[in-house]
C-alpha cells in the first residue's frame, strides 16, 4: 500500500508569513496533485507535476516534485487570509490509483 | 459549465440501514471516482468507474458498491451501514480514465449513522 505523509498537520499563521509544507513517501508515484480544500466544499485541483524536479508556479504558490518523485513541496509566499483551507497532495500510481495524504490544514490569521 | 452534482447534500441513517448516493459528473466527462473523507484516515479511495465499467477497487468491504450509467452519471451504495460509515463522501469526475486526469470533485454527501 503507498503511502503519503503530509507536514505539518496543522499550520496557523500570520498574514504575509511565507510557509511550506511537505508531501513524503517511499513510493515513487507517475504523477503528484495538489488540491485546496474548504470547508463545506470538495477538493478543487491547484496544480498536477509530473517531472522528477519539476518546479511549478501558481501566483504566489511554487510547487515542487522530488528528484525521484516520491516528494513533493508546496510553499506559498506572503499568505492571504483567502489561503486559509486543507492542503492535499494526491499521488497517482502506476495503475491511475489516486492515493491522498490526510492533509495539512492551513489558518491564515489577520 | 456545471461542475460535479452531489445528491443528497446530506444523509442521516440507522445502522444496518441501506444507502444510496448519487453523482452526475461534468457534461463530457466519462469517469466517476468515488472517495470516503474521514477527519482519522482522510481521503480514501472507493473505485472508479468508466464507460459503465469498474476499472480501480480501492481496500473496502463489498457492503460498498457503485454503478455508472451510459450517461456517465453514478451510484454508490452502501448495505448494512455501521457507524464507522459516518463520512463525507465525495465523487469526482475526469475527462477519461488513464494517467494524469485531473479530478473534478463535488461538494460531498456528508453521511451521518446514528
Known amino acids: 500500500t503507498q503511502l503519503l505523509e503530509q507536514s505539518p498537520q496543522f499550520l496557523s499563521i500570520q498574514e504575509g508569513e511565507n510557509l511550506t509544507v511537505y508531501c513524503n513517501s517511499s513510493s515513487v508515484f507517475s504523477s503528484l496533485q495538489w488540491y485546496r480544500q474548504e470547508p463545506g466544499e470538495g477538493p478543487v485541483l491547484l496544480v498536477t507535476?509530473?517531472?522528477?524536479?519539476e518546479v511549478k508556479k501558481l501566483k504566489r504558490l511554487t510547487f515542487q516534485f522530488g528528484d525521484a518523485r516520491k516528494d513533493s513541496s508546496l510553499h506559498i509566499t506572503a499568505a492571504q487570509t483567502g489561503d486559509t483551507g486543507l492542503y492535499l497532495c494526491?499521488?497517482?500510481?502506476?495503475?491511475?490509483?489516486?492515493?491522498f495524504g490526510k492533509g495539512t490544514l492551513l489558518t491564515v490569521n489577520p | 459549465k456545471a461542475g460535479v452534482t452531489q445528491t443528497p447534500r446530506y444523509l442521516i441513517k440507522t445502522r444496518g440501514q441501506q444507502v444510496t448516493l448519487s453523482c452526475s459528473p461534468i457534461?463530457?466527462?466519462?469517469?466517476v471516482s468515488w472517495y470516503q473523507q474521514t477527519p482519522g484516515q482522510g481521503l480514501q479511495f472507493l473505485f472508479e468507474y468508466f464507460s459503465e465499467t469498474q476499472r480501480n477497487k480501492g481496500n473496502f468491504p463489498g457492503r460498498f458498491s457503485g454503478r455508472q450509467f451510459s450517461n456517465s452519471r453514478s451510484e454508490m451504495n452502501v448495505s448494512t451501514l455501521e457507524l464507522g460509515d459516518s463520512a463525507l463522501y465525495l465523487c469526482?469526475?475526469?475527462?477519461?480514465?488513464?494517467?494524469?486526469?485531473?479530478?473534478?470533485f463535488g461538494d460531498g454527501t456528508r453521511l451521518s449513522i446514528l
Open positions: 507535476v509530473v517531472t522528477g524536479g
Open positions: 457534461s463530457g466527462h466519462r469517469s
Open positions: 469526482a469526475s475526469s475527462p477519461g480514465h488513464g494517467g494524469n486526469q485531473p479530478q473534478h
Open positions: 494526491a499521488g497517482e500510481s502506476s495503475n491511475y490509483k489516486l492515493t
